[in-house]
């Protein structure tokens, strides 16, 4: 059960995390750079998504990534291997990233001389969502074989989204999942876009890159 101090050191917690976000921001767009909180469960295709990003649009725009994982020299890796900076931040004990990682995370990158920034989050439907980072917009990505009832289990981080990527369409059927199930069910939680896409099959990255450009031009 939960003490009445537990509750009160949680809203200081966020309390902080919201002034430590707007410092953020405010750095952010000083130096005119778009943020994307990228969110998503364990496998649902983050990783894979940004790179899809990274390979299309970096001839346009100077990018870099921040990796969170709670080890996350494995997905920064995967990153830098595409001709970019990726930051590493490691979460240790941590489920989600908050707004002090990334303040931490501002000071390895030199922002006058990049355009967008991706932050990968850990991977977790739960807390990231009451996280502000500074971002200027949050996606979060959600795959069919995690079942089409995993949209309106965690309404939440859906409703907070301006973006959500239904992945692995290509494979609905074996898992025995509606992809437009869950992509009718995020649009009821609240989030205003869904992309359907297949990240390995190559279905819906038109969109994502156009939804990206489009955001990143304002
Ligand atoms: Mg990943
Ligand atoms: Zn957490």
New binding site residues.
């Given amino acids: 059960m939960h003490k009445v101090s537990d509750v009160k050191v949680e809203q200081d917690i966020l309390k902080i995390n919201k002034r430590i976000a707007s410092d953020n921001r405010a750095l952010f767009d000083e130096n005119g750079v778009t943020v994307f909180n990228v969110m998503g469960a364990i496998g649902s295709g983050?990783?894979c998504l940004i790179e899809k990003a990274i390979d299309m649009l970096k001839d346009e725009y100077s990018i870099a990534v921040m990796?969170g994982?709670v080890v996350a020299k494995y997905?920064s890796d995967r990153f830098t291997a595409h001709g970019i900076i990726s930051i590493p931040i490691s979460t240790g004990k941590e489920c989600h990233l908050d707004a002090h990682f990334i303040e931490h995370g501002i000071e390895e990158l030199d922002l006058s001389s990049i355009d967008v920034l991706f932050i990968?989050n850990v991977?977790n439907l739960i807390c990231p969502s009451d996280f502000d980072l500074g971002e200027h917009f949050k996606i979060v990505i959600v795959s069919v074989s995690e079942g089409d009832d995993i949209v309106m289990k965690h309404p939440v981080i859906f409703k907070n989204a301006d973006l959500t990527v239904v992945n692995k369409i290509d494979i609905s059927e074996y898992v025995g999942a509606s992809s437009e199930k869950m992509a009718e069910d995020s649009m009821r939680c609240g989030c205003p876009r869904v992309i359907m896409a297949s990240c390995k099959k190559g279905a819906g990255i038109d969109e994502w890159i156009q939804y990206l450009r489009d955001s990143i031009e304002g």
């Fill in positions: 983050k990783t990796a994982d997905d990968e991977g």
